[in-house]
């Protein structure tokens, strides 16, 4: 497509920034001189995907060689993909302009199980084959990682290849191997995935794998089809964060992202280990990044950008052991420069008034807190360890400092949860709402309390202890969330949860495995895509799919699963034990707590793995 076409295209959809390149911050290389070229795709709008992390992170460190040239490419929107199909337009990569064809990988980050959909959506438009035995020597190999790498079976077919871990050594190290195999001239495509699997610690080849059933349905096992590749594929993690690769230049949007802002990481994992919580699992062991390293690259990043926000991410940023050192050091010059500085993840058992003071410039009157369930019996099954006092205690710091709106999050369907549980959810919405009214340190004159509440239908995840247990049903799901808003009697409480039937086929992609890609293949035939997008997903059209492909959804989400069974994602080591896994759900189940990681080490076996400023250092 020549600049005019590509003009013409522009000038006829809507918010033509998402696909016009150019930003300041781009990366170009000529491709002449480069060897191999890696497209990393996003498997959702231009908006979304530039403020992923991740992706600026990866984008960096592939960028760092210089005979590898990394670009970005992001779903186009429904109106932009009509003008492609009339035109022939295929998908290309926003910095050179060039089809992925012409691209030796295309990477995709699978943050949620809703995009499946649209990742085969941006394949079908890029002329990519779905399947990766269809695709020839020519063809790009597709690579995945992120979140859902952690069961990838239900993408298996689509795949040649995942990540499975962190992948800022991993990525690279996949990139130059197949640069060395090409100069050696020992490359073909099945000769590069089977010496990825066998060298590459983290790599998962889903096709040098079978996959066997038993009569009933359940998996049998899985087999390695060479003897030298492993059985089960270890993550990879970086040990060290404050010496990970981190881009201090970023690319900066035309348009406004969901997040224009500078994001710094400043911990991976978390202590807590929530027993419905798959990050706190698969992120484990916990690392932490120093408050030094920390302020030094925000402060980079601010003297690339000029962003006025800024946001520390972290599963759990209050349990930060430097907190205090580091909002003091990013505080002496985001004040002076009217940066505002954003805390998100907080815990009210670790909120304190010093934190409250030093965020108190914020713009939003809004503070947020996730108790996860009404009762206290139900956060000592899902081993929340956060108690009425601790929540009551971090309201009252909020109110003292002029804060009147409190969101609270909570999820329904928790093992062994009865109505009662489910009513002590508006009930302590209500208390909070006493406790505004009950504070005589709260600012006088200002507007009277909300508190929101959202309530999230639990969806058993891998690699947690409730990986085994059964969703609700949908019907079940919809009874509880009728049941919560009949129990709010208080105007001051405001009551919203999340789409229910979406939660549902999140379970099924969640929970599922290889039989799950004629389903998804199917979907994409049928133009599924952003089903991440409430006016695009439609229930009826995925349990449509589902009964012409053979797929029984209830068997994947709605099933107790047998503690011995062999699960679609055993052939995929995290770190975390399963007899760990298993332990907790015992404890769970006998309304007894697990103290975090730094009271007390609770074996989970992430220690195996290694971490520098970890709260479990490899055991020598």
């Known amino acids: 497509m020549n600049q005019n076409e590509k003009r013409m295209l522009l000038t006829s959809v809507s918010r033509p920034g998402r696909y016009a ?42 960028n760092q060689h210089d005979d590898i040239w990394c670009e970005r490419v992001y779903a186009p929107w429904m109106d932009m993909q009509e003008k492609m199909k009339a035109t022939g337009t295929p998908l290309t990569a926003l910095e050179s302009g060039d089809a992925l064809t012409d691209f030796d990988f295309v990477g995709f980050t699978l943050q949620y199980e809703m995009c499946y959909t649209t990742v085969l959506n941006m394949l079908g438009l890029a002329g990519i084959p779905l399947r990766s035995a269809d695709r020839d020597e020519d063809a790009p190999l597709v690579i995945g990682g992120g979140p859902c790498s952690y069961n990838p079976e239900p993408i298996a077919d689509f795949f040649d290849l995942f990540n499975i871990g962190e992948g800022e050594e991993m990525l690279p190290e996949i990139v130059r191997l197949y640069i060395q195999m090409k100069e050696e001239g020992r490359y073909t495509r099945a000769a590069f995935l089977h010496e990825a699997a066998r060298t590459i610690e983290g790599v998962y080849v889903p096709s040098l794998y079978t996959v066997t059933y038993k009569e009933d349905g359940t998996i049998e096992a899985y087999t390695p089809i060479y003897d030298d590749i492993p059985t089960k594929v270890r993550k990879r993690i970086v040990e060290d964060l404050d010496k990970a690769p981190f881009p201090e230049r970023v690319v900066m949007p035309y348009i406004e992202t969901v997040q224009d802002r500078i994001t710094v990481e400043a911990a991976r994992g978390c202590i807590r280990g929530c027993r419905f919580c798959q990050a706190g699992m698969v992120y484990r062991p916990v690392r932490e990044k120093s408050a030094a390293v920390v302020d030094c690259q925000a402060r980079a990043i601010f003297d690339n950008s000029g962003y006025e926000e800024m946001s520390l991410a972290s599963l759990s940023i209050s349990d930060h052991t430097e907190i205090d050192e580091m909002t003091d050091r990013l505080l002496a010059w985001t004040n002076p420069n009217m940066v505002s500085l954003s805390l998100p993840s907080l815990r009210a058992d670790s909120f304190t008034k010093e934190l409250m003071d030093k965020v108190a410039s914020i713009r939003n009157s809004t503070i947020t807190f996730a108790p996860e369930a009404g009762s206290q019996r139900l956060r000592d099954v899902i081993n929340k360890n956060l108690y ?37 959810i508006p009930e302590l919405a209500h208390r909070v709402v006493n406790a505004y009214y009950q504070n005589p340190n709260r600012q ?39 049941y919560v808003g009949s129990c709010n009697r208080d105007r001051k409480v405001k009551y919203n949860h999340h789409d229910a039937e979406v939660c549902h086929i999140e379970a099924v992609l969640a929970r599922g495995d290889r039989r799950l890609g004629r389903a998804l ?100």
């Open 388 to 424: 009425e006092e601790d929540l009551m205690r971090a309201v009252g710091v909020a109110f003292e400092a002029g804060k009147n709106q409190v969101k609270l999050y909570f999820m329904q369907g928790h093992p062994t949860e009865t109505d009662e549980d489910l009513a002590e």
């Open 21 to 62: 390149g150019g930003e300041y911050g781009q990366v170009i290389k000529d491709k002449g001189a480069v060897k191999a070229r890696f497209a990393f795709a996003f498997p959702d709008s231009y908006e979304i995907g530039m403020s992923n992390l991740g992706i600026r992170i990866l984008y960096h460190c592939l």
């Open 521 to 620: 293949e199917e979907a994409c035939h049928r133009g599924f895509a952003f089903d991440a997008w409430s006016e695009y997903f439609n229930y009826q059209n995925w349990l449509s799919v589902f009964a012409d492909t053979g797929i029984d959804p209830a068997y994947y989400a709605n099933r107790a699963w047998g503690l011995d069974e062999v699960l679609p994602w055993d052939v995929i080591d995290c770190g975390v034990t399963k007899t760990f896994l298993l332990r907790e759900r015992e404890s769970a189940y006998q309304n007894t707590t697990t103290p975090n990681c730094r009271e007390q080490c609770s074996g989970c076996g992430a220690n195996k793995l290694g971490g520098v400023r970890s709260c479990c250092p490899k055991k020598k």
């Open 444 to 482: 006088k004159g200002s507007r009277p309390p909300q508190v929101t509440i959202s309530v999230s239908p639990f969806i058993p995840k891998p690699f947690t202890p409730f990986q085994w247990e059964a969703q609700d049903t949908l019907e079940e799901m919809k009874r509880k969330q009728e």
